[in-house]
């Protein structure tokens, strides 16, 4: 198979369905035969990433910066979905001579969060490969088809990306992506970061965020990489509502696995970029893997970050029925037992009394449902209470 780099090199990588790495009888290597892709040589021209038709045409080991973007066939008509993944390799000695493991950072999980799309596209940019020591990839746009539609879910499959995991490589275009990920780029890295944000479904005090995984070690690494963001909040977050999540792909592999929650309301927030941004050239300096120190994000607030657990189902509070729902305290804010948080109005009956909610727990309002009209069983909000590694 044929690449062409975003930086203008010609390569072979990869092993064609049709072709073994050496003919027979000359053990002429492929090497010596490529051929130029016009397309892409037109691309290069104008500064474009290279489009591959074949996750194998990423040659994850060269050095330097590639920008590519990977071609997944839609499944009901004749076209793709161009996902774009950069991929830096270092050219910076590491200090012990041991090159780090590798970091991947994704953004774009849903496609209608946008923090972590520009953070990770500015990272793309920004990060220059004389000053990284190690494997960084980039996917700022993971559901690509997502992102393009401003929609949380893909509108060529329906599928959640982030309910996709391990992926399948002969299932729908979001179960191919997934794959890909879990087969091509988690074996390359070691840590990995997911950048969301709330989109229509629900505010979020800005936080990063990660499970109770049973692995001790595992958790405190977690746990210290996540604090490198430099949030007001970290969340210890429910894995029972839903299986098929990137993190939960990569904690079972034993990676450090990240989440987030830097945004909401299909908005940009500028505390939440900055985090974002931030935050993955903090956990690179943390692991050696770029120049520098690990620097104080919010030099307005001096405290920590705030530790905060709500890992069980009843935590998350759902609507009893459908209604108009109106907040009375703010995320992030601290409740106590039993205060009111807000009262479900019903206006097919305009002079009744609205049904009022109140704490279940004291603690921290760390999520909020953004919207005002509320289907039954929607999550109305969640408290988490203050917690320790």
Known sequence: MLICSAAGNIQSSGQSLFESEWDEPTKLNRASRIR??????????????????????IDFDKPGKHHYRLAFH???????????????????????????????AFGGTHGNEWEGQVAVK??????????????????????QSACAANERVSPLDNVNMNRAFPGNPCGTISYRIANFVKSYVFPKVRIVIDMHAGGREG??????????????????????????????????YSSQMASGLLTDEAEAEGKIAIGGEFGFGE????????????????VLKHYEMLAGDVIKIDPLRPSSPRLVDARNLEDYIPCPYTGIWEPLVDLGEEVKEG??????????????????????????????????????????YVIAQDARI
């Open 36 to 57: 130029e892709c016009p397309y892409n040589r037109e691309l290069q021209k104008e500064n474009m990433p290279a489009i591959l038709h074949h996750p194998s045409q």
């Open 74 to 104: 839609v499944d009901s008509g004749w076209g793709y979905s161009l996902v774009p993944i950069t991929v830096i390799n270092g050219l910076r000695l590491a200090a012990d001579g041991v090159k780090p493991l590798g970091l991947a």
């Open 122 to 143: 500015r990272l793309c940019q920004e990060l220059d490969p004389s000053e990284i020591s190690g494997r960084v990839i980039l996917m700022p746009q993971l559901s």
């Open 203 to 236: 505010g979020f005090a800005l936080c990063t965020s990660f499970h109770p995984v049973p692995d001790a070690a595992q958790f405190a690494e977690i746990a210290k990489a996540a604090s490198l963001f430099d949030p007001p909040f970290m969340l210890i």
């Open 267 to 282: 908005g940009l927030n500028r505390k939440g970029v900055l985090h974002g941004y931030e935050g993955i050239r903090n």
């Open 339 to 380: 205060q009111l948080v807000g009262r479900l109005h019903n206006f097919s009956d305009y002079t009744s009394t609205p049904f009022d909610m109140h704490a279940h727990r004291s603690g921290i309002v760390i999520m909020m449902c953004a919207r005002a009209s509320c289907q039954e069983g929607v999550t109305l």
